[in-house]
């Protein structure tokens, strides 16, 4: 049995590799070192130099700019972002609510949020957590109500309490 990857993808290994080192920004390499707190944009700076290369969504749909990368490509991708001890791009944008907002979101809510997640354009922060509740959804208090501005708009009010927000400072 041979368990040595396929030439193409030793091949995509090197790309993927020499793509980080030439690409991956050195000020950022020294914060992460350092004792700084990482701030939006250095999140963001990493996710839109991928985005750019078209490779800041690799899971997702070719239609919405995914890379159409096979299972081992993704896994390759992974592995040398892991060695290369790179920033993760964060997955509450691109992973968590991206794949719900493609299966069950309206053409023009897929429109408006999609690109702009893949491009690392707008941030996305996780507020599940409730006292008593947890991170059980289906126990959560917090609701929404619909109402109308002073503009003659409709919007949400959310009413409820978290127990924590995950990266909320920056959404």
């Known amino acids: 049995m041979d368990l040595d990857f396929a030439p193409e993808d030793v091949a995509f290994r090197k790309e993927v ?29 990493w996710h839109r130099i991928l985005a750019k290369k078209g490779w800041a969504t690799p899971s997702w749909p070719k239609e919405w700019g995914g890379t159409d990368w096979t299972p081992t490509q993704r896994y390759i991708w992974s592995e040398e972002n892991a060695l290369a001890d790179t920033l993760p791009i964060l997955p509450f944008g691109v992973s968590m609510l991206a794949p ?14 999609l690109p702009d997640i893949r491009d690392g354009k707008i941030w996305w922060c996780q507020g599940y957590s409730e ?30 309490q978290k127990t924590w927000t995950t990266l909320g400072q920056f959404a």
């Open 17 to 45: 590799r020499a793509f980080i080192t030439e690409n991956y920004p050195k000020a950022l390499r020294e914060k992460q070192k350092s004792e700084d707190a990482l701030t939006k944009e250095d999140y963001f700076s």
């Open 100 to 113: 719900v907002l493609w299966t069950f979101g309206t053409q023009e809510q897929k429109e408006k949020f």
């Open 131 to 160: 006292p008593g509740a947890g991170s059980d959804l289906a126990s959560l208090k917090t609701r929404a109500e619909r109402i109308k501005g002073d503009d003659g708009k409709e919007y949400y009010l959310v009413n409820g």
